[in-house]
Nanobody, 123 residues
Framework: QVQLVESGGGLVQPGGSLRLSCAAS????????MGWFRQVPGKERELVAGIASDGSTNYVDSVKGRFTISRDNAKNTVYLQMNSLKPEDTAVYYC?????????????????WGQGTQVTVSS
């Protein structure tokens, strides 16, 4: 069916950078909205950044000016460039996509999630 596969997480020192990638595959017709959430233990999942099919973006206030979301529609891939990382950015990052896909003879629209990738910011 449809899969989202993330990559790019890891351990980085404060002030460093990481780039997350998330590639969607399967019987995809088109992708509407893509984005990134993050979650730390004991807290709710938080929207970090989103990008619409027209390229418009939105960010949570805490990452504005430091993170940049982008997408490559030809590759069905969304990226999150994270600069000036802080310890409070430590979390599991999940990508999601709201997309239309071909499902056994008809088209459906649904949200799909990646498996999550750990980002740890620590000295």
């Amino acid at each position: 069916q449809v899969q989202l596969v993330e990559s790019g997480g890891g351990l980085v020192q404060p002030g460093g950078s990481l780039r997350l990638s998330c590639a969607a595959s399967g019987s995809i017709y088109n992708i509407n909205h893509m984005g990134w959430f993050r979650q730390v233990p004991g807290k709710e999942r938080e929207l970090v950044a989103g990008i619409a099919s027209d390229g418009s973006t939105n960010y949570v206030d805490s990452v504005k000016g430091r993170f940049t979301i982008s997408r490559d529609n030809a590759k069905n891939t969304v990226y999150l460039q994270m600069n000036s990382l802080k310890p409070e950015d430590t979390a599991v990052y999940y990508c999601y996509a709201n997309l239309r896909y071909y499902d056994g003879g008809y088209y459906s629209t649904d949200e799909f999630w990646g498996q999550g990738t750990q980002v740890t910011v620590s000295s």
